[in-house]
């Protein structure tokens, strides 16, 4: 069982199916990239998993508890973070160190890598 566990999340605006019936699974400590075309649904998956979206159908489980029905910076103090398309970056600091940022929003002073 993965930390992160997406169970049939389906996702409709409209007469437009965004998302139907994904499910994956994320095991600790691994890297995982979503891939598609445009209109792929790529961004509403990620709009469901930080809870800027919610769901019509399915469950998304991190660290063995749900997500849904949370706020975006409950979400993110669970330990869940995205990376926005248009990079915002701090130029005086390296990749690295760009990347943990999010990790550091975490006030309750644990974080995963």
Known sequence: MGILEVKDVGKRFGGLQALSDVNLSVVENTCHAIIGPN????????????????????????????????????????????????????????VMENIMIPLFAKRDGVFRL
């Open 39 to 94: 209109g792929a649904g790529k961004s509403t998956l990620l709009n469901c998993l930080v809870g800027k979206l919610i769901p019509d159908t399915g469950s998304v489980m991190f660290d063995g508890q749900s997500v849904l029905g949370r706020s975006p910076h409950e979400i993110n103090q669970m330990g869940i973070s995205r990376v926005f398309q248009t990079p915002e970056i701090f130029g005086d600091l390296s």
